[in-house]
């Protein structure tokens, strides 16, 4: 059979002997082992095959043109990502570093309420020791002697009071309600009763003598409502009246929007009438308005600006001496607080601390015109140990905590003495998170933001003494 073959191929390529050079047989097994014959001619035309690699090699192209094109798409969207991340980059850091800062604070509320709780348990256990030991301790009856008659008699020349308090009231007495001397002596007493007068109100300048319960008008629709601050112009000139309120939310990296309501009524519906752009940042929760103007400190920096209301434009600016910033010296509860702006029936304060100062608080007076320091008091008092502080007939005043929900006004400094000495007057942090906390001289009124709520409280003044 192979001879066969073989003379066939002879034959076949017998006239051609230029092709009889490139035509080859081979016999040998394949991969199953079984005998396979392959016969090659060479192209007597071509050179090299336009398709070389055959099937497998196109494969391989189709999968690297997929690998190519998916890498594409990975280093475009690389690119994409990166980008945000950077743009984002900056934000999250600020957020971490607010997140950290607030959690240092907590920290340290945590464990002061820890001791103040210790505290308290030692002393409950006290009074309950004391009510046993009153408890087991006996109690003698006395028992007031009575005249032999078992009656007595109002004395000559001595008053109703004296008169009702000495005659016996118990069983035994032989006098009636009806008698002419007990009506006589009652009548008197009613007609002495009603004839006091009612403790006069003091409405000059004078020393805080209690703080009310917070009375709330309306609660923050956004996470940027936590903390802000809500006032209204004490000496407001036109075109705003005394019952405008104003608004800033002061969660943000870029705080400007300052909110204007008509009324109280219009800011519990959450209604404003206009919406402000401020030119520069807000920085804090420390602005006030005065006279017509919003003063306000500039995010980052020490810079304070009077914004003009009626003309909506920068009326001055100018740096507060010395004064930290940005989380140097702030309050207890953090938030950026280092400076801290009042008014109160002398003018416009200035609450903040310095470097000299070592983080105590430094009171300054500030013309309300230019911004100018024009007198400066370095207090004993350690600002971040507090939570907030106010200004009233030029005395300053901390507040203990800013998250306990009864807590006191701890404080005061009087300017007009240097002096300053430890108060305890009840203080309600409603919400647990008191962010903010302004006195308005006309109304005689506190306006706080605590917790997402703004709330007022009313004061009551004393008149002052000359220890105070």
């Known amino acids: 059979m192979f001879l066969l073959l073989c003379m066939c191929l002879v034959g076949f ?8 050079d490139r035509a080859a047989l081979w016999r040998g097994n394949d991969r199953s082992g079984r005998c396979q ?38 280093t475009d969207g690389g690119r994409v990502a990166g980008a945000t991340a950077a743009d984002s980059g900056a934000e999250l850091r600020e957020a971490m570093n607010r997140a950290v800062g607030e959690r240092n604070l907590l920290q340290g509320e945590k464990e002061r309420l820890e001791r103040e709780l210790g505290s308290l348990q030692r002393r409950l256990e006290e009074m309950l020791r004391e009510t046993e030991t009153l408890r087991n301790t ?20 001595s008053s109703p009071v004296s008169q009702l308090m000495g005659r016996p ?17 009652f009548q008197e007493l009613k007609a002495e009763v009603t004839q006091v007068p009612a403790p006069e109100e ?3 300048c004078g020393v805080l003598a209690s703080v009310s319960e917070p009375v709330t008008h309306r609660k923050a629709d956004s996470i940027a409502g936590k ?5 209204q112009d004490p000496e407001a000139v036109t075109p705003h009246g005394s019952d405008t309120v104003w608004r800033i939310d002061t969660v943000g990296s870029d705080v400007r929007q300052l909110f204007s309501y008509e009324s109280l009524e219009q800011l519990s519906k959450g209604f404003p009438t206009k919406v402000v752009l401020l030119p520069e940042p807000v920085e804090g929760t420390g602005g006030v308005l005065y006279r017509g103007s919003l003063y306000y ?7 304070l600006i009077r914004f003009d209301l009626a003309s909506e434009r920068v009326a001055a600016r100018r740096d507060l001496p010395h004064a930290g910033f940005h989380g140097q010296f702030p309050y207890s509860w953090g938030g950026y607080t280092d400076i801290d702006l009042a008014v109160d029936e002398r003018g416009l304060w200035a ?39 106010f200004v009233i007939c030029g005395r300053l005043y901390t507040v203990a905590s800013y998250a306990a929900a009864n807590t006191t006004v701890n404080y005061v400094y009087d300017t007009e003495s240097s002096r300053g000495h430890a108060l305890a007057i009840p203080f309600q942090n409603k919400y647990r998170y008191n962010s903010m906390i302004d006195y308005n001289p006309t109304q005689k009124k506190l306006f706080a933001w605590d917790n997402f709520h703004m709330v007022s409280y009313d004061v009551r003044l004393g008149r002052p003494t000359p220890a105070a």
């Open 202 to 204: 003091y409405t000059g």
């Open 169 to 185: 009231n118990r069983h035994g007495d032989g006098g009636s309600l009806r008698d002419p001397a007990w009506q006589q002596s």
């Open 227 to 231: 903390y802000g601050v809500w006032m």
């Open 351 to 389: 609450v903040y601390s310095t470097s000299k100062a070592k983080g105590a608080v430094v009171l300054s007076r500030l013309d309300p015109h230019d911004l100018r320091v024009t007198r400066s008091w370095e207090t004993n008092i350690r600002k971040n140990g507090v939570a907030n502080a």
């Open 13 to 20: 390529f017998a006239p051609r002997g230029d092709a009889q």
């Open 37 to 74: 014959y392959t016969f090659t001619v060479a192209s007597p035309a071509e050179a090299s095959c336009p398709q070389a690699g055959g099937p497998e090699m196109e494969a391989v192209k189709a999968r690297l043109s997929t690998l190519e094109a998916l890498v594409s798409r990975l």
């Open 138 to 157: 006996p109690c003698s009856p006395q028992t007031p002697a009575v005249p032999d008659g078992g009656l007595m008699r109002p004395a000559a020349g």
């Open 297 to 303: 400190q500039r995010r980052r920096s020490r810079t």
